[in-house]
């Protein structure tokens, strides 16, 4: 199960980041004066989001070798 968790969670990882990415893209086309403060908090929510999804996936993996 720890391991269904791990992919669960990174695949989520990559959806939230692809959804960010889209986002700050069309706000940058909307408004190109503000490109470098969107980039900078993209950059920014990106790492969280990937920082998150490694977590879970360590977890999951510490879950699945614990038989948990």
């Known amino acids: 199960m720890g391991a269904i968790g ?5 695949i989520g990882a990559g ?18 004066e503000a490109a470098a403060k969107i980039q900078t908090a993209m950059i920014i929510a990106a790492a969280l989001v990937e920082g998150v999804a ?12 614990a038989g948990i």
Not at 6 to 10: E, K, M, P, W
Not at 15 to 32: C, D, F, N, S, V
């Open 54 to 65: 490694l977590f879970a996936a360590v977890i999951g993996f510490i879950a699945t070798n």
């Open 6 to 10: 791990a992919g669960l969670a990174v």
């Open 15 to 32: 959806i939230g980041i692809g959804l960010a990415g889209k986002g700050a893209t069309e706000g940058i086309a909307r408004q190109p």
